[in-house]
């Protein structure tokens, strides 16, 4: 007679165990007040979040690192609202950045400048495309820059908190492509990875890009560099 179909059994975490952080710019998580004025968390739909089914947490030990997002308002958080959120992510494995640096650094350089470029559209493209709002000429994206580099560096700083030797850091997308240089600056200690969730550009794109070489030069540092195609990679 055939055996009966037994459900296998997930293995659990082991304590004590490496651990794999996940770091992204948006943690994948959604946090409100709810109706008694207490903060809440669930998680979102996003590829990287903790999935209910099939997921690496049920066999290593797995943190998440990023900012919150979802309408939240960051520069009217109290101290106390900043406490009482760490507090209820806690217990989700999850761990928010508080970056002075995240706004300019995400809206202006990486949503004005690296996103497009990323998807082999020039800064002169956007400044007469007409489905864009229209954009200044800037080459040399001076102080997007400068809040990019400080956003990066903010995410090492609370990483050096958190992490200890063995564990294995997953940083995601173009908005922390300087985090494996910060992290190694400070700590060899950790494996790190990066992934990138969009096209990487040609090289006719890439040669014109604002700070491209400090860009590399924070990718080289990583021990695994991971690409959605073949021909980005190429």
């Not at 009966?4 to 997930?10: A, F, I, M, R």
């Not at 770091?23 to 709810?34: A, E, F």
């Not at 609202?81 to 650094?105: H, Q, T, W, Y």
Request: hydrophobic content about 40%; overall charge negative.
């Amino acid at each position: 007679p055939e055996p009966p179909d037994v459900p296998l059994k997930k293995p659990s975490p082991t304590p004590g165990a490496s651990r794999l952080v996940i770091v992204c710019y948006h943690l994948p998580v959604r946090v409100v007040r709810d109706a008694q004025n207490n903060w809440t968390a669930s998680w979102g739909s996003s590829i990287i979040a903790k999935s209910p089914s099939e997921s690496i947490a049920d066999s290593r030990e797995t943190w998440w690192a990023g900012t919150i997002h979802g309408g939240l308002n960051r520069r009217q958080l109290t101290d106390q609202d900043k406490d009482e959120i760490r507090a209820v992510l806690l217990k989700m494995n999850c761990i928010p950045v508080f970056s002075s640096n995240s706004e300019e650094g995400y809206l202006n350089y990486c949503k004005r400048i690296l996103w497009p470029s990323f998807h082999n559209v020039t800064v002169l493209d956007q400044c007469c495309a007409a489905w864009h709002e229209r954009a200044e000429w800037d080459q040399d994206a001076g102080s997007s820059w400068s809040a990019y580099e400080a956003m990066n560096e903010d995410f090492r700083d609370m990483l050096l908190d958190f992490l200890r030797a063995g564990d294995t850091v997953w940083v995601h997308d173009y908005h922390l492509m300087r985090l494996p240089l910060e992290l190694r600056r400070r700590d060899a200690r950790v494996s790190v990875a990066w992934f990138l969730h969009t096209p990487f550009p040609s090289s006719e794109i890439y040669r014109i890009l604002p700070y491209r070489r400090e860009l590399l030069e924070g990718l080289l540092h990583a021990d695994l560099v991971g690409f959605h195609t073949y021909d980005s990679v190429s």
